[in-house]
């Protein structure tokens, strides 16, 4: 099992609500990774770390903002939901494939968003 | 820029069987990572297989391997021996060389159904 953990699994949330979703790993990967996915369909990088006080955009635009405080903790912020921020949210940490690491992703279980 | 298509959204196949699935990528780098990953339904995506490009043998993970033909940029998935819990979504990712980082460039998916 993957020790990347993500709060809430499911959140139903009406329009213009601030919400965080959690993302916690303890494997002290300094990658750290927020894709975007509705069901059954491919994944949107939105948001990616390298390290502490390090935040880069991913190829997807969102209107989300992320922080990276400490190397364990990485958090994603809608400061007001809306219907169509409805989808799926994978947070996932890696290490580079150099020194021994494959350059695999871990992700966690996900946290489903519904906004109404 | 790269690129990784994967052509077929949708395949099944009954238990037991073998079944491919393909990757073809677009890149023109020459020392690369290609993984496979899976996600079943409502949980957790995990890493099936990953093959380094500089490797000239198959990689193989029990009942998964996989056809690398670097020349033709493809990278097949073969599951032998179909078993129920392969049913999932299988994403073929391809990662960039250390310059850029090591990002991921994922494939659209295919979603793999075994049927009893």
């Known amino acids: 099992e993957a020790d990347i953990y993500q709060t809430p699994r499911y959140l139903v949330i009406g329009t213009g609500k601030k919400i965080t979703l959690e993302c916690s790993q303890t494997m002290g990967h300094d990658k750290m990774y927020w894709y975007q996915q509705d069901p059954g369909m491919e994944l949107h990088l939105i948001h990616y770390?390298?390290?502490?006080?390090?935040?880069e955009k991913g190829d997807l635009s969102s209107e989300s903002t992320v922080s990276r405080i400490r190397t364990e903790h990485f958090p994603l912020t809608l400061e007001s939901a809306r219907p169509s921020h409805t989808s799926q949210y994978l947070c996932a940490s890696s290490e580079p494939p150099t020194g021994g690491d494959t350059g695999e992703l871990f992700f966690g279980e996900g946290s489903r968003l519904t906004v109404l | 820029a790269q690129t990784v298509t994967q052509s077929q959204p949708e395949m099944s196949v009954q238990e037991a069987e073998t079944v491919t699935l393909s990757c073809t990528y677009d890149?023109?780098?020459?020392?690369?990572?290609l993984f496979w990953y899976k996600q079943p339904p409502s949980r957790q995506m995990i890493l099936v297989i990953r093959q380094e490009a500089y490797k000239q043998q198959n990689a193989t993970e029990n009942r998964f391997s996989v056809n690398f033909q670097k020349a033709a940029k493809s990278f097949s998935l073969k599951i032998s021996d179909s078993q129920l819990g392969d049913t999932a979504m299988y994403f073929c990712?391809?990662?960039?060389?250390?310059?850029?980082?090591?990002?991921?460039?994922w494939g659209a998916g295919t979603k793999l159904i075994i049927k009893p």
């Open positions: 890149t023109s780098e020459n020392n690369y990572y």
């Open positions: 990712a391809f990662m960039k060389p250390i310059y850029s980082n090591y990002q991921l460039i």
């Open positions: 770390s390298y390290g502490v006080n390090s935040t």
